[in-house]
Nanobody
Framework: QLVESGGGLVQVGDSLRLSCAAS????????LGWFRQAPGLEREEVAG???????DYADPVKGRFTISRDNSKNTVYLQMNSLKPEDTAVYYC?????????????????WGQGTQVTVSS
């Protein structure tokens, strides 16, 4: 089970940190990622991190978002800085047995329930 937290309503330029706590199994060997889905759009991955802490990011968030993980706490984080209105979406945590950070929706083994992030201008 994956449980996200940390979403909310912020202003343009603000920061937020999302957390995703895993329970029920050890996810230390899984690649973990953050996806987002805005209304009317497909769910897309924005950041991923492998078990060895290799990371990758989607172009729209490079330089602004940072993904990290703490395997001792079975938790993955997404630090989001310089937020823009187009970052508004429901953010989902995901786990997959993949060797690289970025993976398609079809490869996801576990999903979180999502947390809403709204960036107001």
């Amino acid at each position: 089970q994956l449980v996200e937290s940390g979403g909310g309503l912020v202003q343009v330029g603000d920061s937020l940190r999302l957390s995703c706590a895993a329970s029920g199994r050890a996810f230390s060997t899984y690649t973990l990622g953050w996806f987002r889905q805005a209304p009317g759009l497909e769910r897309e991955e924005v950041a991923g991190i492998t078990w060895s802490a290799s990371t990758d990011y989607a172009d729209p968030v490079k330089g602004r978002f940072t993904i990290s993980r703490d395997n001792s706490k079975n938790t993955v984080y997404l630090q989001m800085n310089s937020l823009k209105p187009e970052d508004t979406a429901v953010y989902y945590c995901a786990a997959a047995r993949r060797p690289i950070p970025i993976f398609p929706r079809g490869a996801v083994d576990y999903w979180g329930q999502g947390t809403q992030v709204t960036v107001s201008s």
